[in-house]
Protein backbone atom coordinates (compact mmCIF):
# COMPACT_ATOMS: atom_id res chain seq x y z
CA UNK A 1 0.00 0.00 0.00
CA UNK A 2 1.32 3.59 -0.68
CA UNK A 3 0.33 6.55 1.60
CA UNK A 4 -1.90 9.20 0.28
CA UNK A 5 -0.51 12.46 -1.06
CA UNK A 6 -1.10 16.14 0.10
CA UNK A 7 -4.65 17.80 -0.13
CA UNK A 8 -5.57 17.62 -3.69
CA UNK A 9 -8.42 20.45 -3.55
CA UNK A 10 -7.95 22.55 -6.18
CA UNK A 11 -7.86 25.80 -4.43
CA UNK A 12 -5.69 24.24 -1.48
CA UNK A 13 -3.02 23.22 -4.31
CA UNK A 14 -3.47 26.26 -5.83
CA UNK A 15 -2.20 28.19 -2.06
CA UNK A 16 0.32 25.72 -1.76
CA UNK A 17 1.55 26.45 -5.21
CA UNK A 18 1.73 30.72 -4.41
CA UNK A 19 3.61 29.11 -1.06
CA UNK A 20 6.46 27.05 -2.79
CA UNK A 21 6.75 29.86 -5.79
CA UNK A 22 7.29 32.64 -3.15
CA UNK A 23 9.40 30.68 -0.68
CA UNK A 24 11.71 29.68 -3.17
CA UNK A 25 11.92 33.42 -4.52
CA UNK A 26 12.75 34.49 -1.12
CA UNK A 27 15.52 32.15 -1.10
CA UNK A 28 16.95 33.10 -4.09
CA UNK A 29 16.80 36.85 -3.87
CA UNK A 30 18.60 36.09 -0.66
CA UNK A 31 21.42 34.07 -1.94
CA UNK A 32 21.90 37.25 -4.74
CA UNK A 33 21.49 39.91 -2.59
CA UNK A 34 24.33 38.93 -0.01
CA UNK A 35 27.32 39.71 -2.33
CA UNK A 36 27.91 42.43 -4.61
CA UNK A 37 27.89 42.60 -8.53
CA UNK A 38 31.56 41.06 -9.00
CA UNK A 39 30.75 38.13 -7.41
CA UNK A 40 27.33 37.71 -8.74
CA UNK A 41 29.38 37.63 -12.34
CA UNK A 42 32.53 35.65 -11.57
CA UNK A 43 32.51 32.30 -11.83
CA UNK A 44 34.01 30.73 -8.52
CA UNK A 45 34.53 27.44 -9.69
CA UNK A 46 34.65 25.78 -13.37
CA UNK A 47 32.30 23.02 -11.74
CA UNK A 48 29.81 25.89 -11.43
CA UNK A 49 27.69 28.89 -13.00
CA UNK A 50 28.29 32.45 -12.09
CA UNK A 51 25.29 33.15 -9.70
CA UNK A 52 24.10 35.50 -12.00
CA UNK A 53 23.17 32.39 -14.60
CA UNK A 54 21.46 30.78 -12.37
CA UNK A 55 19.66 33.89 -11.33
CA UNK A 56 18.06 34.08 -15.13
CA UNK A 57 18.24 30.66 -15.71
CA UNK A 58 15.33 30.38 -13.13
CA UNK A 59 13.33 33.02 -14.75
CA UNK A 60 14.01 31.44 -17.76
CA UNK A 61 12.53 28.10 -17.32
CA UNK A 62 9.81 29.53 -15.19
CA UNK A 63 8.17 31.39 -18.42
CA UNK A 64 8.86 28.52 -20.78
CA UNK A 65 6.82 25.93 -18.77
CA UNK A 66 4.04 28.37 -16.86
CA UNK A 67 3.78 30.87 -19.10
CA UNK A 68 4.37 29.68 -22.38
CA UNK A 69 3.34 25.59 -21.69
CA UNK A 70 0.73 26.01 -19.57
CA UNK A 71 -0.54 29.58 -20.03
CA UNK A 72 0.24 29.83 -23.69
CA UNK A 73 1.63 33.15 -23.69
CA UNK A 74 4.30 34.51 -26.33
CA UNK A 75 8.07 34.19 -25.06
CA UNK A 76 9.06 38.04 -23.53
CA UNK A 77 12.71 37.28 -24.62
CA UNK A 78 13.01 34.43 -27.18
CA UNK A 79 16.91 35.36 -27.98
CA UNK A 80 17.77 34.11 -24.42
CA UNK A 81 16.30 30.60 -24.72
CA UNK A 82 19.93 29.33 -26.18
CA UNK A 83 21.96 31.30 -23.78
CA UNK A 84 20.54 29.33 -20.69
CA UNK A 85 20.13 25.95 -21.71
CA UNK A 86 21.51 24.11 -19.36
CA UNK A 87 22.51 21.42 -22.12
CA UNK A 88 23.87 23.39 -24.54
CA UNK A 89 26.56 25.09 -22.56
CA UNK A 90 28.49 23.29 -19.95
CA UNK A 91 29.29 25.15 -16.43
CA UNK A 92 33.05 25.86 -17.50
CA UNK A 93 31.67 27.86 -20.65
CA UNK A 94 28.87 30.17 -19.08
CA UNK A 95 30.74 32.91 -18.23
CA UNK A 96 31.66 33.59 -21.68
CA UNK A 97 27.83 33.70 -22.73
CA UNK A 98 26.33 37.17 -23.68
CA UNK A 99 24.49 36.91 -19.91
CA UNK A 100 21.79 39.46 -18.80
CA UNK A 101 23.78 41.95 -15.99
CA UNK A 102 22.36 41.70 -12.78
CA UNK A 103 19.77 44.32 -12.63
CA UNK A 104 18.42 43.20 -15.95
CA UNK A 105 18.13 39.38 -14.64
CA UNK A 106 16.44 40.47 -11.56
CA UNK A 107 13.95 42.66 -13.87
CA UNK A 108 13.47 39.94 -15.75
CA UNK A 109 12.86 36.71 -13.06
CA UNK A 110 10.63 39.62 -11.62
CA UNK A 111 8.62 40.56 -14.50
CA UNK A 112 8.16 36.52 -15.15
CA UNK A 113 6.97 36.07 -11.49
CA UNK A 114 4.69 38.62 -11.59
CA UNK A 115 2.78 37.16 -14.88
CA UNK A 116 2.92 33.46 -13.19
CA UNK A 117 1.23 34.41 -10.05
CA UNK A 118 -1.41 36.16 -12.03
CA UNK A 119 -1.61 32.66 -14.40
CA UNK A 120 -2.09 30.97 -11.06
CA UNK A 121 -5.22 32.78 -9.73
CA UNK A 122 -7.29 31.61 -12.83
CA UNK A 123 -6.07 28.82 -14.53
CA UNK A 124 -7.68 25.97 -13.72
CA UNK A 125 -6.00 22.93 -11.83
CA UNK A 126 -7.21 20.35 -14.17
CA UNK A 127 -7.41 19.14 -17.70
CA UNK A 128 -4.22 18.11 -18.71
CA UNK A 129 -0.60 16.47 -17.15
CA UNK A 130 0.83 19.77 -16.63
CA UNK A 131 -2.14 21.90 -15.01
CA UNK A 132 -3.51 18.85 -13.08
CA UNK A 133 -2.65 19.37 -9.05
CA UNK A 134 -1.12 22.31 -10.11
CA UNK A 135 2.01 19.62 -11.43
CA UNK A 136 3.62 22.18 -13.22
CA UNK A 137 4.15 25.27 -10.38
CA UNK A 138 5.52 22.82 -8.31
CA UNK A 139 7.58 21.41 -10.84
CA UNK A 140 8.88 25.12 -10.99
CA UNK A 141 9.60 25.68 -7.15
CA UNK A 142 11.40 22.89 -6.95
CA UNK A 143 13.47 23.46 -10.03
CA UNK A 144 14.01 27.26 -8.53
CA UNK A 145 15.04 25.64 -5.13
CA UNK A 146 17.50 22.86 -6.80
CA UNK A 147 19.16 26.01 -8.50
CA UNK A 148 19.03 27.26 -4.79
CA UNK A 149 21.09 24.65 -3.67
CA UNK A 150 23.35 25.06 -6.67
CA UNK A 151 23.75 28.60 -5.39
CA UNK A 152 24.66 27.88 -1.80
CA UNK A 153 27.25 24.62 -3.57
CA UNK A 154 29.02 28.34 -5.45
CA UNK A 155 28.94 30.25 -2.54
CA UNK A 156 30.55 27.08 -0.38
CA UNK A 157 33.43 27.32 -3.29
CA UNK A 158 33.19 30.94 -2.88
CA UNK A 159 36.77 32.50 -1.71
CA UNK A 160 36.42 35.73 0.59
CA UNK A 161 34.31 36.39 3.76
CA UNK A 162 31.64 35.02 5.22
CA UNK A 163 28.56 36.09 3.14
CA UNK A 164 25.71 34.47 4.75
CA UNK A 165 25.17 33.34 8.55
CA UNK A 166 22.89 30.92 9.91
CA UNK A 167 22.50 29.85 13.79
CA UNK A 168 23.67 26.18 14.56
CA UNK A 169 21.48 23.51 14.60
CA UNK A 170 19.79 22.17 18.34
CA UNK A 171 21.75 19.58 20.10
CA UNK A 172 20.65 16.03 19.69
CA UNK A 173 17.77 14.49 21.43
CA UNK A 174 17.13 11.19 23.27
CA UNK A 175 13.73 9.95 23.84
CA UNK A 176 15.04 8.70 27.62
CA UNK A 177 19.04 9.46 27.69
CA UNK A 178 19.62 6.09 26.16
CA UNK A 179 22.60 6.09 23.81
CA UNK A 180 21.39 5.55 20.20
CA UNK A 181 22.16 2.04 18.95
CA UNK A 182 24.67 1.74 16.01
CA UNK A 183 22.33 -0.10 13.69
CA UNK A 184 18.77 -0.75 13.22
CA UNK A 185 17.43 -4.27 11.24
CA UNK A 186 15.47 -3.73 8.65
CA UNK A 187 13.17 -6.99 8.69
CA UNK A 188 13.25 -8.92 4.67
CA UNK A 189 10.44 -8.61 2.63
CA UNK A 190 8.25 -6.49 -0.17
CA UNK A 191 7.56 -2.93 0.20
CA UNK A 192 6.25 -0.39 -1.97
CA UNK A 193 9.38 1.75 -3.82
CA UNK A 194 8.26 4.70 -5.69
CA UNK A 195 5.16 6.53 -5.68
CA UNK A 196 2.08 7.20 -8.37
CA UNK A 197 -0.17 9.32 -5.50
CA UNK A 198 2.18 12.33 -5.31
CA UNK A 199 0.82 15.11 -7.35
CA UNK A 200 4.34 16.95 -7.64
CA UNK A 201 6.54 13.64 -7.91
CA UNK A 202 8.88 14.06 -10.69
CA UNK A 203 9.24 11.43 -13.19
CA UNK A 204 11.86 9.27 -12.12
CA UNK A 205 10.21 8.70 -8.85
CA UNK A 206 7.61 6.91 -10.94
CA UNK A 207 5.48 4.36 -11.15
CA UNK A 208 5.05 2.87 -7.22
CA UNK A 209 6.03 -0.80 -7.59
CA UNK A 210 7.02 -3.31 -5.63
CA UNK A 211 10.24 -4.93 -4.50
CA UNK A 212 11.80 -7.32 -2.52
CA UNK A 213 14.59 -6.61 0.24
CA UNK A 214 16.38 -9.33 2.23
CA UNK A 215 16.96 -8.33 5.52
CA UNK A 216 19.54 -6.05 6.43
CA UNK A 217 20.92 -3.74 8.52
CA UNK A 218 21.55 0.48 8.39
CA UNK A 219 23.58 2.92 10.56
CA UNK A 220 20.69 4.48 12.74
CA UNK A 221 22.33 7.44 12.01
CA UNK A 222 25.21 9.14 9.14
CA UNK A 223 28.63 8.25 9.59
CA UNK A 224 30.46 10.76 11.44
CA UNK A 225 33.26 13.46 10.81
CA UNK A 226 34.96 11.83 13.58
CA UNK A 227 34.22 8.16 12.22
CA UNK A 228 35.91 9.44 8.65
CA UNK A 229 39.04 10.91 10.51
CA UNK A 230 39.71 7.71 12.23
CA UNK A 231 39.38 6.18 8.59
CA UNK A 232 42.10 8.79 7.31
CA UNK A 233 44.60 8.38 10.27
CA UNK A 234 44.59 4.43 9.57
CA UNK A 235 45.92 5.06 6.17
CA UNK A 236 42.15 4.97 4.45
CA UNK A 237 43.96 6.86 1.64
CA UNK A 238 47.09 5.44 1.40
CA UNK A 239 45.20 1.81 1.30
CA UNK A 240 45.07 0.74 -2.16
CA UNK A 241 42.55 -2.56 -0.72
CA UNK A 242 39.62 0.07 0.19
CA UNK A 243 38.95 1.57 -3.03
CA UNK A 244 37.41 0.35 -6.10
CA UNK A 245 39.96 0.38 -9.16
CA UNK A 246 38.45 4.10 -10.55
CA UNK A 247 38.38 5.44 -7.15
CA UNK A 248 42.11 4.39 -6.64
CA UNK A 249 43.09 5.99 -10.23
CA UNK A 250 41.08 9.43 -9.19
CA UNK A 251 42.29 9.87 -5.49
CA UNK A 252 46.11 9.32 -6.64
CA UNK A 253 45.42 11.70 -9.78
CA UNK A 254 44.05 14.67 -7.85
CA UNK A 255 46.18 13.75 -4.98
CA UNK A 256 43.02 13.20 -2.18
CA UNK A 257 43.58 12.89 1.45
CA UNK A 258 40.47 14.07 3.37
CA UNK A 259 36.69 15.66 2.25
CA UNK A 260 36.59 18.86 -0.02
CA UNK A 261 37.85 21.91 2.55
CA UNK A 262 39.47 19.71 5.21
CA UNK A 263 43.09 20.45 5.76
CA UNK A 264 45.21 19.50 8.86
CA UNK A 265 46.89 21.93 10.92
CA UNK A 266 48.20 22.40 14.49
CA UNK A 267 47.09 18.11 15.21
CA UNK A 268 43.65 19.47 14.24
CA UNK A 269 41.55 19.05 11.38
CA UNK A 270 39.96 22.28 10.01
CA UNK A 271 37.29 23.07 7.35
CA UNK A 272 36.29 25.83 5.52
CA UNK A 273 32.75 26.55 5.31
CA UNK A 274 30.94 29.46 4.14
CA UNK A 275 34.04 31.60 4.11
CA UNK A 276 34.69 30.60 8.17
CA UNK A 277 38.13 28.52 9.13
CA UNK A 278 36.60 26.33 11.94
CA UNK A 279 37.83 22.70 13.37
CA UNK A 280 36.00 20.28 12.34
CA UNK A 281 33.06 19.10 14.38
CA UNK A 282 33.46 15.43 15.12
CA UNK A 283 29.63 15.24 16.02
CA UNK A 284 28.55 15.79 12.64
CA UNK A 285 27.56 13.96 9.80
CA UNK A 286 31.14 13.80 7.18
CA UNK A 287 29.94 16.04 4.24
CA UNK A 288 31.55 16.88 0.93
CA UNK A 289 33.16 13.14 0.27
CA UNK A 290 32.56 11.33 -3.37
CA UNK A 291 30.94 8.03 -3.59
CA UNK A 292 34.17 6.77 -3.96
CA UNK A 293 35.29 7.99 -0.47
CA UNK A 294 32.24 6.76 0.96
CA UNK A 295 32.74 3.49 -0.69
CA UNK A 296 36.00 3.16 0.57
CA UNK A 297 35.13 3.78 4.27
CA UNK A 298 32.28 1.52 3.98
CA UNK A 299 35.16 -1.34 3.12
CA UNK A 300 37.56 -0.38 5.39
CA UNK A 301 34.96 -0.46 8.38
CA UNK A 302 33.72 -3.96 7.04
CA UNK A 303 30.17 -3.02 5.89
CA UNK A 304 28.95 -1.41 2.50
CA UNK A 305 26.30 1.46 1.53
CA UNK A 306 23.06 0.43 1.37
CA UNK A 307 21.16 0.14 -2.56
CA UNK A 308 19.00 2.74 -3.53
CA UNK A 309 16.04 -0.01 -2.62
CA UNK A 310 17.46 -0.60 1.04
CA UNK A 311 17.70 3.20 1.66
CA UNK A 312 14.20 3.95 0.79
CA UNK A 313 12.69 0.88 2.89
CA UNK A 314 14.58 1.82 5.81
CA UNK A 315 12.98 5.55 5.10
CA UNK A 316 9.22 4.50 4.43
CA UNK A 317 7.94 1.07 5.12
CA UNK A 318 6.17 1.16 7.61
CA UNK A 319 5.58 -2.67 8.98
CA UNK A 320 2.64 -2.13 10.63
CA UNK A 321 -0.19 -2.41 7.57
CA UNK A 322 2.73 -2.72 5.15
CA UNK A 323 2.43 0.59 3.71
CA UNK A 324 5.05 3.08 2.54
CA UNK A 325 4.96 6.64 4.06
CA UNK A 326 6.35 10.06 2.42
CA UNK A 327 8.47 10.40 4.95
CA UNK A 328 10.12 8.22 8.05
CA UNK A 329 7.86 9.96 10.23
CA UNK A 330 4.88 9.30 8.24
CA UNK A 331 2.72 11.63 5.80
CA UNK A 332 2.66 14.99 7.18
CA UNK A 333 4.81 17.31 5.78
CA UNK A 334 8.44 18.03 7.45
CA UNK A 335 8.63 20.71 10.83
CA UNK A 336 11.58 21.98 12.01
CA UNK A 337 11.14 19.22 14.77
CA UNK A 338 11.23 16.72 11.90
CA UNK A 339 14.33 17.18 9.95
CA UNK A 340 17.39 20.16 9.28
CA UNK A 341 16.16 21.42 6.05
CA UNK A 342 15.35 24.84 3.95
CA UNK A 343 19.35 26.44 4.60
CA UNK A 344 17.81 27.11 8.22
CA UNK A 345 21.46 26.05 9.64
CA UNK A 346 24.21 26.17 6.58
CA UNK A 347 25.56 22.88 8.76
CA UNK A 348 24.51 19.56 9.42
CA UNK A 349 23.10 18.72 12.88
CA UNK A 350 24.88 16.46 14.82
CA UNK A 351 24.32 12.88 14.25
CA UNK A 352 21.57 11.41 16.29
CA UNK A 353 19.36 14.74 15.86
CA UNK A 354 15.91 15.14 14.90
CA UNK A 355 14.26 11.89 16.97
CA UNK A 356 10.77 13.18 15.93
CA UNK A 357 11.63 12.31 12.48
CA UNK A 358 12.94 8.91 13.02
CA UNK A 359 11.59 5.97 10.81
CA UNK A 360 9.24 3.05 12.37
CA UNK A 361 12.24 1.31 12.86
CA UNK A 362 14.08 3.97 14.92
CA UNK A 363 16.17 5.18 11.87
CA UNK A 364 17.34 8.77 12.05
CA UNK A 365 18.65 11.56 9.80
CA UNK A 366 16.96 10.08 6.62
CA UNK A 367 15.35 13.31 5.66
CA UNK A 368 17.81 16.24 5.34
CA UNK A 369 21.32 17.09 7.26
CA UNK A 370 23.42 15.05 4.02
CA UNK A 371 22.36 13.91 0.89
CA UNK A 372 23.54 9.87 1.16
CA UNK A 373 25.33 7.91 -1.62
CA UNK A 374 23.93 5.03 -2.79
CA UNK A 375 25.21 1.45 -4.10
CA UNK A 376 23.08 2.05 -6.92
CA UNK A 377 23.34 3.56 -10.45
CA UNK A 378 20.78 5.70 -11.51
CA UNK A 379 18.35 3.35 -13.20
CA UNK A 380 14.46 3.71 -14.48
CA UNK A 381 11.78 2.04 -12.37
CA UNK A 382 9.75 -0.23 -14.29
CA UNK A 383 7.45 1.38 -15.84
CA UNK A 384 8.89 4.61 -16.52
CA UNK A 385 7.78 7.69 -18.82
CA UNK A 386 9.62 10.35 -19.25
CA UNK A 387 7.57 13.90 -18.40
CA UNK A 388 7.20 16.25 -19.41
CA UNK A 389 10.97 16.38 -21.11
CA UNK A 390 13.46 13.42 -21.30
CA UNK A 391 16.36 15.78 -20.12
CA UNK A 392 14.98 15.63 -16.50
CA UNK A 393 15.99 12.21 -15.91
CA UNK A 394 16.32 10.04 -18.97
CA UNK A 395 19.65 11.09 -20.49
CA UNK A 396 21.19 10.77 -17.28
CA UNK A 397 19.91 7.01 -16.80
CA UNK A 398 22.87 3.89 -16.96
CA UNK A 399 26.10 3.25 -15.04
CA UNK A 400 27.87 6.43 -14.99
CA UNK A 401 25.77 8.26 -11.93
CA UNK A 402 24.96 7.17 -8.65
CA UNK A 403 22.12 7.97 -6.72
CA UNK A 404 22.12 10.12 -3.39
CA UNK A 405 19.38 10.19 -0.99
CA UNK A 406 17.20 12.08 1.25
CA UNK A 407 18.48 15.79 0.86
CA UNK A 408 20.27 17.90 2.76
CA UNK A 409 20.26 21.15 5.21
CA UNK A 410 20.45 23.24 1.84
CA UNK A 411 17.14 21.67 0.28
CA UNK A 412 13.85 23.08 0.24
CA UNK A 413 11.17 20.57 1.87
CA UNK A 414 9.66 20.98 -1.49
CA UNK A 415 12.43 19.27 -3.17
CA UNK A 416 12.81 16.24 -0.79
CA UNK A 417 10.55 13.73 0.43
CA UNK A 418 11.16 9.69 0.71
CA UNK A 419 10.72 8.89 -3.05
CA UNK A 420 12.79 12.38 -4.01
CA UNK A 421 16.00 10.97 -6.55
CA UNK A 422 18.97 12.46 -6.43
CA UNK A 423 22.33 11.54 -8.73
CA UNK A 424 25.77 12.57 -9.23
CA UNK A 425 29.01 11.41 -10.64
CA UNK A 426 31.44 9.25 -7.98
CA UNK A 427 33.91 12.22 -8.11
CA UNK A 428 31.67 14.67 -7.14
CA UNK A 429 32.47 16.24 -3.86
CA UNK A 430 31.69 19.84 -3.70
CA UNK A 431 27.87 18.64 -3.09
CA UNK A 432 26.68 18.09 0.10
CA UNK A 433 27.11 14.86 0.39
CA UNK A 434 27.59 12.09 3.06
CA UNK A 435 26.49 8.88 3.49
CA UNK A 436 25.77 5.83 5.74
CA UNK A 437 26.40 2.09 5.66
CA UNK A 438 24.63 -1.40 5.96
CA UNK A 439 25.44 -5.04 6.17
CA UNK A 440 23.45 -7.66 5.32
CA UNK A 441 21.69 -9.68 8.28
CA UNK A 442 23.52 -12.62 8.55
CA UNK A 443 21.73 -16.37 9.62
CA UNK A 444 19.95 -15.71 13.14
CA UNK A 445 19.82 -11.71 13.34
CA UNK A 446 16.92 -11.38 10.86
Not at 25 to 33: D, F, K, N, P, Q
Not at 58 to 84: C, F, H, K, M, T
Not at 301 to 306: E, F, N, S, T
Request: net charge neutral.
Amino acid sequence: MTAPGPDTDPEALRRRAEAALRRARERTRTLTTCVDEHDLTAQHSPLMSPLVWDLAHIGNQEEQWLLRAVAGQEALRPEIDSVYDAFEHPRAERPSLPLLPPAEARGYVADVRGRVLDVLTRIPLRGGPLVDAAFAFGMIAQHEQQHDETMLITHQLRRGPAALTAPPPPPPETADGAPLPAEVLVPGGPFTMGTSTEPWALDNERPAHRRVVPAFFIDTAPVTAGAYARFIEDGGYERRRWWTEAGWGHIREHGLSAPLFWRREGGQWLRRRFGVTEPVRPEEPVVHVSWYEADAYARWAGRRLPTEAEWEKAARHDPAGDRSRRYPWGDADPTPDHANLGQRHLRPAPAGSYPRGASPLGVRQLIGDVWEWTASDFLPYPGFRAFPYREYSQVFFGDAYKVLRGGSFAVDPVACRGTFRNWDLPIRRQIFSGFRTARDARPGEA
